[in-house]
């Protein structure tokens, strides 16, 4: 390495240094990438897109042109980035079924619903919307601050005039480094609506504000199904969600045949994998009440789904569709975004509002100081004007005859140097009489308006009005129309159909089979010999359980989960079967410790290795999620040991140490989840078997090929803890009771 770098090497340490970097690039994320300005409700990619199409005079009247010119544009002067993602970004921008109100209008393939690409950009053509055109109004004249761009030859505003309100209408989402946001769009109209109100009414509340904007409005329409406080609870603290659901209706046919059309379908799902995912769950038998499912689509959507029965109610087909397909679809709300000073915080819908409105009041009086010294300085030009009008010849003799007439003129009619300079620059052919009519009139008419802007500046309830009167102008012109018409319906939250799974699965009898190797399938009907039973080779039976296949069976493990298994799920046939793990989501390292079929009002005592158990009622067993429900928490290097019913008044336990204890059911607590309670003391490390039994009947064990029953068991009774003493003579020496 050459010497002058050797003197330029800095030691750090690795942790100081890979901390302080990463600093930079989440910062760099979260205030140049991925989070919205709440002023105009943009990313900075998109107010440069903006903004490079304002100075190629893209407006809505002119003519478009190429998106890979407009792309060039942004990446030569202001973003830095690569060309996909700015042309990624303009295509959002110009989708009317992504963005509520399209801030590019495109021509040529800009891709659609059904989640297809737009075409190259050397073949697309932009322009601005009129919305995009709001957003910019009043940026000639001082409204925001510019800043250099990333080389320093061109400058670029920090944020846009914004009379259009952006953030809120369009919505905008975006993932930084620790934290995101997603805001979805709402109806412009409804927003103007709601930001007159917070003028008029500083302090009204955020219910105030809803009853005016009652939720989201997405360009694709759909129902909000949700309950009104559960939306005034997310906008209020800007964090929450929503549930969105597909509009559909029934189309009666002959012979009391019917079938579902689908005309709208949630926010940002993409119709085409909608319609996959709908028949790979027909496929797989998982949506039993649908036969078929069609796509009609036009420039409109049509989706057509053909109950399996006419019998079915439309409502009951609709609601298996809403729980496994995404034609229902959770849409988040984290108001998460850059305020004036660019920090990210999180506002609720009403100080979003005040930070969008306070944006336009200082734009109000940006606009009216530059619009106040272009007029004082066109005055100052007019007064000099009808100061020379009166001796025009003596003005004439002075540029004629003087080398430097400036100061002469200055001298002669006592004149300002921007005012000679003026009359210096007039053009001949405004040098007659009836001119000074015009100028004074003129003159008359801008400090008339001087006047107004004086007042204006000097009176905040006059600017607030100016606003608000600017703001229902906009909220006038997108009262009405197909772009103004509020799209999603807002509805109550709907009312819970029992989808019963017995209603879906035809009824009989099975015999579910598991292997002690984890294999599992079913036969039809009971299995009249289990010996005759084959597996793989190695294998063996582990349980069988004979029900039906509108029950549910319950699978504990030594995980000490629960799990569901829904006996219709269980493969059919006379192979092999499939690995239980397919059906419940088990470690490798978990294997199962009983298989049954739980019965209502029943208890179960629950066990670990670690000698500790409680009981358990058969309801807190079942678990809907492959992933269980924990019944009994272990401790490491413990491991379940037994779920067993609780029939009888007293348990038996067996350590490992070969101590057999007896006490009365009773002092086992009931519980939901937990460790439980000691069931046996035992200092070579927990227990081995358990039992419950009734005294009454004896203690019963399998002695070789003969089950053998002790009657007299006073000597192993006790308390619950204790230790025990050894079993009676004859008892099995592998550690269970048969």
């Given at each position: 390495?050459p ?7 800095e030691?750090?340490p690795?942790g100081?240094?890979?901390?302080e970097?990463?600093l930079a690039?989440a ?5 140049a ?8 409700g ?9 903004y ?20 060039g544009d942004?990446?030569g002067?202001?973003h830095p980035?690569g060309?996909?993602?700015v ?6 921008l ?7 109100y399209?801030l ?12 297809d690409n737009a ?5 697309t ?10 957003l ?7 409204a925001?601050d510019f ?26 989402a975006?993932i ?6 997603a805001i979805?769009?709402h109806n ?10 917070l003028?008029r009414?500083?302090?009204?509340s955020?219910?105030?504000?809803l009853?005016?904007?009652p939720?989201p ?11 009104p406080?559960?939306?005034a ?18 189309e ?8 579902i ?6 926010y940002q ?12 769950l027909?496929?797989?038998r ?28 439309p409502?009951?087909l ?17 108001m ?7 920090t990210?915080?999180v ?8 930070a ?6 200082e734009v109000?009086e940006?606009?009216a ?5 272009a ?14 009008f009166?001796?025009l010849?003596a003005?004439?003799?002075?540029i004629?005859k003087?080398d ?22 007039m ?5 007659r009489r009836l001119?000074e009519?015009?100028?004074r009139?003129?003159r008359?008419r801008l400090?008339?308006?001087?006047r ?5 500046l000097r009176s ?25 018409a ?13 989808v ?9 009898a099975?015999?579910v089979i598991?292997?002690?190797?984890g294999?599992?399938r ?7 010999e289990?010996?005759e039973l084959?597996?793989k080779?190695?294998?063996r039976?582990k ?6 296949t ?8 030594t995980?000490?989960?629960?799990y ?7 493969p059919?046939g006379?192979?092999d ?8 989501e088990?470690?490798n ?16 005592l ?7 158990g409680?009981l358990?009622r ?6 809907e999620k ?14 379940a040991?037994?779920l067993?019913p ?29 460790s439980?309670?000691?069931?046996q003391r ?6 081995a ?14 002695q ?19 230790v025990g003493?050894?079993?009676?003579s004859?008892?099995p020496?592998?550690?269970?009771f048969?």
């Amino acid at each position: 390495m050459p010497d002058a770098l050797n003197e330029r090497i800095e030691e750090a340490p690795l942790g100081e240094a890979l901390s302080e970097r990463y600093l930079a690039y989440a910062l760099s994320t979260i205030m140049a990438r991925s989070l919205p300005d709440v002023r105009d409700g943009l990313k900075p990619v998109h107010r440069r897109l903006i903004y490079a199409m304002r100075q190629l005079r893209l407006d809505p009247a002119a003519g478009f042109k190429k998106c890979a010119r407009v792309v060039g544009d942004v990446i030569g002067k202001f973003h830095p980035h690569g060309d996909v993602a700015v042309y990624d970004a303009l295509v959002r921008l110009a989708q009317d079924f992504a963005q509520r109100y399209p801030l590019v209008e495109g021509q040529g393939n800009f891709g659609n619903i059904d989640g297809d690409n737009a075409a190259a950009m050397r073949y697309t053509e932009a322009r601005l919307t009129a919305v995009a055109e709001l957003l910019l109004e009043g940026i000639e004249e001082d409204a925001v601050d510019f800043r250099p761009t990333y080389d320093g030859e061109e400058r670029e505003p920090v944020v846009l005039p914004a009379a259009f309100p952006n953030l809120l209408a369009n919505g905008a989402a975006g993932i930084a480094v620790g934290m995101a946001s997603a805001i979805p769009p709402h109806n412009a109209a409804e927003v103007c609506a709601a930001a007159i109100r917070l003028i008029r009414h500083p302090k009204a509340s955020t219910a105030e504000l809803l009853a005016l904007m009652p939720g989201p409005d997405f360009p694709t329409g759909g129902v909000l199904a949700e309950d009104p406080a559960a939306i005034a609870v997310a906008y209020e603290s800007g964090r929450g969600s929503f549930r969105l659901r597909a509009s559909w209706g029934v189309e009666r046919g002959k012979h009391g045949t019917w079938q579902i059309v689908v005309t709208e379908i949630p926010y940002q799902v993409p119709k085409s994998r909608l319609v996959e995912q709908i028949a790979t769950l027909l496929a797989d038998r998982k949506l039993p009440l649908l036969a078929d499912v069609r796509d009609e689509s036009t420039e409109t959507v049509r989706l057509v789904l053909e109950p399996r029965a006419r019998t079915i109610e439309p409502a009951m087909l609709m609601e298996t569709l809403f729980r496994a397909s995404a034609l229902e679809n959770r849409i988040t709300l984290n108001m998460n975004v850059l305020d004036g000073g660019r920090t990210p915080r999180v506002t609720g819908l009403r100080d979003m509002l005040r930070a969008w409105l306070d944006h336009r009041h200082e734009v109000l009086e940006r606009r009216a100081r530059h619009r106040l010294a272009a007029i004082e300085r066109r005055l100052e030009i007019l007064d000099g004007y009808l100061a020379v009008f009166l001796d025009l010849d003596a003005v004439i003799r002075i540029i004629r005859k003087e080398d430097e007439p400036q100061p002469m003129l200055m001298r002669r009619f006592s004149l300002s140097a921007t005012q000679a300079e003026a009359i210096l620059n007039m053009r001949l052919r405004s040098l007659r009489r009836l001119e000074e009519m015009q100028i004074r009139e003129e003159r008359g008419r801008l400090a008339k308006e001087q006047r107004e802007i004086g007042a204006l500046l000097r009176s905040e309830d006059r600017r607030w009005q100016r606003i608000a009167a600017e703001i229902e102008v906009v909220r006038a012109r997108f009262a009405t129309g197909a772009l103004g018409a509020r799209r999603t319906r807002i509805a109550a939250a709907p009312a819970a159909i029992d989808v019963s799974t017995e209603a879906l699965i035809e009824r009989e009898a099975v015999t579910v089979i598991l292997s002690e190797k984890g294999w599992i399938r079913a036969l039809k009907g009971p299995v009249a010999e289990p010996g005759e039973l084959r597996f793989k080779e190695g294998d063996r039976l582990k349980t069988l359980v004979n029900c039906e296949t509108t029950d549910r069976l319950c699978l504990f493990a030594t995980n000490g989960r629960a799990y569901t298994l829904h006996a219709a799920d269980v493969p059919r046939g006379r192979g092999d079967g499939q690995p239980v793990r397919l059906l419940a989501e088990l470690g490798n390292a978990d294997d199962v410790v009983a298989l049954f079929l739980p019965r209502a009002r029943t208890r179960y005592l629950v066990a670990g290795t670690g000698g500790r158990g409680f009981l358990v009622r058969a309801e807190d067993l079942g678990a809907e999620k492959r992933t269980g429900r924990q019944v009994l928490n272990l401790r490491p290097d413990e491991e379940a040991l037994a779920l067993v019913p609780a029939e009888g008044d007293h348990v038996a336990v067996l350590g490992r140490s070969g101590k057999l204890l007896l006490f009365p059911l009773v002092e086992v607590p009931e519980l939901a989840r937990g460790s439980g309670v000691i069931l046996q003391r035992n200092r070579e490390g927990g227990i081995a078997a358990v039992k419950v039994f009734r005294l009454a009947e004896g203690l019963s064990w399998r002695q070789g090929s003969r089950q053998r029953t002790e009657m007299n068991l006073t000597p192993w009774l006790g308390a619950r803890s204790q230790v025990g003493r050894l079993p009676p003579s004859g008892f099995p020496k592998s550690g269970g009771f048969g």
